[in-house]
C-alpha cells in the first residue's frame, strides 16, 4: 500500500464525550467524530432520553436542554459497551438513573465493580436490578477513591459522577489513556475544573454548572495504530495523517524492532517496510505500555516475520479467539495460557474468515491484505463499530478491499 490516509476521531473519546454533553446547560458542538456504529447507537440513546441532535460530517450539536428521561433503553444499550457512561451523567441530572448492563465486544470477563466502588464512594446507591444498573441519591459528595486497578470505563464513570457532586474528589490509581485526558479536556471547557487527567491521580472540583461548548476529539489512537500495521503488512509507504506520534509510541518502538522505518513529524507518521519482519515479544499493558487493542492486529502482522515471537495479553482473558481464524490462512500459533507462541511462516493463503470482535476484525483485514488469493472476511457489523470507512481508506492506499454484501468485505 502506497501514499496518504488520515485517521478519523477516537471512537472510545467520542463514545465518553457524547453522553458528558448532557451534562451541559446549554447545547454542545462536537467536532471530529468518527461516522461509526457505537456513535449511531449514542445518538438514538440520547434522542431517546429527549436530547436534539444533528450530525453531519464528523460535528455533532446536541442539545440537552430538553432530556427528560432517567431510564436508558434495554436495546439499544445491549449494543455497545459505553452504553453505562449514562449512568453518572443520569445520575447527576434527576439523581436517578436506570441502564441496562453494557454490551460491546465478548473479549472475556468485562466486570462493573469499580465503577460501583467509585460512584458509592461519591454517594450514590447502585444496585443491579434486572440486568440493569439502577441508581440513585439523595446528595452526591466529593470524596477520596481509590480504584483496585486503574479501568477506563471505571475511571470514565468516576470523573463523569464527580463533576456534578459537590466538592472535592480525588481519583487515585486512574486510567491514564488518552481518552481518559481527552474527556476530561471537554469537561473543562464546559467549565468544570478537573486537574491530573493523564496521571494516576485526577483531582475533580465538583458542583460547578457547565454550559455547552465547542471541542474537537482527539484521532484514533487504535485506528491510527491498525493503520500503521497494515502498512508494515503490506511491505507499504504511507503517511499517516491527522494523528498523534506520542500516543503510538509502544507501538512505534515494536515496529521499530521489527525492521519497519517509523518516523514522525508533527500529526504524521511515515511507515515504510521492505516486508523484510523480525519476531519480537509483546506484552499488553495499560497506557502508556502496549495496546491490548492492538494486539490481535499485531498478531497477524508476526505471523510472516521471521522467527519465534511471543505475545502475552495481561488485559483480557479470552481475547485469543481469532486465532483460529489466522490458522485458517495458514498462520502457526499457539495459545499457552495468556500467551500466544508465533512462528513466522513465509506466507498467508486466502480463505473465508469470520471477525469475532472488532478488533478481531482489524487483525482479520491485515491478516487478508498479507495472504496470497482471496480472503473473504464476514463479521463487517464488528468492523463498523469502531472503524470509519475502513475498506474505503485501504482502497485509497492501492489495497484490493471490496464489500460484497452488507456484512462481508472481500480482500484479494
Ligand atoms: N475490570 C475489572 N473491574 C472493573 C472494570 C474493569 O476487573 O470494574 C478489569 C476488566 O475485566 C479488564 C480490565 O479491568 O480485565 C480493563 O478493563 P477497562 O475497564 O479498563 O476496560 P473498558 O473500560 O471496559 C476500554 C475500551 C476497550 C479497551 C479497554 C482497555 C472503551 C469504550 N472501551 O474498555 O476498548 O480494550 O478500555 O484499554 O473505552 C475496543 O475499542 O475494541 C475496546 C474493547
Redesign the pocket.
Known sequence: MCGEVSVSGG??AA?AIIPAALLANSPCTIENLPDIEDVRVLIEMLEYLGAEITFTDGTMCVDPTKVDKYKAPYELSRRM??SYYLAPVLLGLFSRAEVPLPG??D?????????IKGMTTLGADVRIERGSMVVSTDGMYGAEVYLD?P????TVNTVLTAVTARGNTTINNA?K?P?IVDLANFLNSMGARIKGAGTDVIRVAGGRELHGSTYAVIPDQ?ETGTLMIAAAATGGDVLITGAIPTHMEALSAKLLEMGVYVSDDDDRIHIRSDGNLRAVNVKTQ?YPGF???LQQPITSLLTIANGSSMVTET??EARFKYVEELRRLGASIRVIDHTAIVEGVDRLIGAPVTATD??AGASMIIAGLIADGVTEVSGLNYILR?YEDIDRKLRSLGAKVERVVSDRVLMY
Request: glycine residues 12%.
Open positions: 471512537k472510545n463514545v459497551r459505553a460491546g465486544c473479549i472475556g470477563a468485562r466486570p462493573i465493580d469499580q465503577t486497578l479501568s477506563v470505563g471505571a486510567a489513556e481518552h487504535i495499560v495496546p491490548t487493542d488485559i483480557y472488532l478488533r469502531g
